[in-house]
């Protein structure tokens, strides 16, 4: 009997695996990149990139340097909005540096966040609303400090947003990666979404479990942006870019994320350390609740972790199931700029360790714990 519970397992767990791989493919094909060699813009229309910032100095002036260069690119207005969100470490007075130097940036001091707000929506929320686009609503762009964007990066993300036809893009930054626990981890960013989430599918429908969404690099348009509530409709969740694209969707918008590893790059976390403190802040949120989040972790062992148990034991299914996996990682890094060999041989490894950083967060905030950049994660906490 146990050994048919076991077989069973593992040809379940092979069938998503094989299903997800097939769903990897056709993402593939459908995947939507902002093109380096398109016309910058279909017309000139005003673009506000929008930076909120805490405790960035180390950030600021490469960031910043890489955003003024992109907007050299368009042929419209644009300007750069940064907001010091009451930073302790010299970042509002590297902001100002940039700022004597450059017209088309202004720096915002950050208001107190009001209650009800996270410190993050707010950020966005203040930027947003220093945007003067004239008599045409024109185009925001959020952008983290983290992120580098190449020359080209928000010419090609306003045409595809203007070509596409949709009301929101997220080109998903190239995600660098170094150390052991980055590169287990971070690849999982981009596969996550590229092989569960169907996109075409995604673009046209306005349930909000068909999202996915990247708040390191957004592109939206300001009308619909402003119909949706901005950033005050978000201003209590921890994964904001998510809820924004849901905000959207209300109101009749159309989102979806894209391959921007050719027009972005970013480092999310350095180190271990880091990498936990990052993941354990939004993990949690990421899955509805702590039930969500528990079958999601028990789906991903049972596709990716059972069958690679399995086939170390000589199962033929197994096997087929650990390389249906392997082959996911391998076709999503080679097509997001990530690395592809040996690291995606460890997929079930990583899998593990999500697991164990979903868990992690779930009991820091059952324990009320969860705090970033020196303050609480949770609105009334």
């Known amino acids: ?3 048919r519970v076991s077989s069973g397992l593992v040809a379940a767990g092979t069938a998503v695996a094989l299903g997800c791989l097939a769903l990897t493919v056709d993402n593939l094909r459908r995947l939507r990149t902002p093109d ?3 016309a910058p813009v279909p017309a000139p229309e005003p673009v506000t990139v929008v930076l909120p910032v805490r ?10 340097r890489a955003v003024r260069a992109a907007m050299d690119r368009l ?23 940039v700022a004597a ?7 915002v001091a950050g208001a107190p966040t009001p209650p009800g707000w996270l410190g993050k929506p707010w950020a966005c929320q203040q930027g947003a609303e220093t945007a003067d ?10 952008v983290d400090a983290d992120v ?22 997220c080109p998903y930054p190239r995600q660098q990666a170094h150390g052991t626990a980055e590169r287990l981890v971070q690849p999982l960013l981009q596969w996550s979404w590229m092989s569960t989430l169907p996109l075409g599918l995604a673009e046209r429908s306005a349930r909000p479990s068909l999202t996915a969404a990247n708040g390191q690099l957004l592109v939206v348009d300001a009308a619909v942006y402003g119909a949706a509530g901005g950033h005050g409709a978000v201003r209590r969740e921890v994964l904001e870019d998510m809820a924004l694209l849901r905000a959207l969707k209300r109101v009749g918008g159309r989102g979806v994320v894209v391959d921007g590893s050719t027009v972005a790059t970013c480092r999310m976390y350095e180190g271990a350390g880091a990498l936990r403190e990052g993941y354990r802040k939004s993990l949690w949120s990421a899955f509805g609740s702590p039930l969500g989040a528990a079958g999601v972790v028990a789906l991903l062992v049972l596709a990716y972790v059972v069958p690679a148990l399995a086939a170390l034991r000589g199962s033929r299914a197994g096997l087929l199931g650990y390389a249906a996996g392997v082959a996911s990682r391998v076709l999503v ?14 997929h079930p490894v990583s899998v593990l360790a999500l697991g164990a950083l979903t868990a992690d967060s779930v009991v820091a905030r059952r324990r009320g714990t969860l705090r970033w950049r020196g303050r609480p994660v949770e609105v009334g906490r």
């Not at 042929?75 to 100002?96: F, I, K």
Request: proline letters at 8%.
């Open 55 to 64: 405790d960035e100095a180390a950030a600021i002036e490469p960031c910043t």
């Open 333 to 346: 890094a080679r097509r997001t700029g990530g690395r592809a060999w040996p690291d995606a041989l460890a």
């Open 148 to 169: 580098r964007l190449e020359p080209h990066a928000l010419a090609a993300s306003v045409a595809l947003l203007r070509s596409s036809g949709l009301d929101l893009v």
């Open 1 to 3: 009997m146990r050994g």
């Open 101 to 107: 130097e450059d017209p088309r940036v202004e720096v």
């Open 75 to 97: 042929p419209g207005p644009a300007r750069l909005v940064v907001v010091d969100d009451r930073s302790g470490d010299g970042t509002a007075e590297l902001a100002r540096r």
């Open 36 to 38: 380096a060699g398109a």
């Open 133 to 142: 686009t004239g008599q045409r609503p024109g185009v925001l762009v959020f």
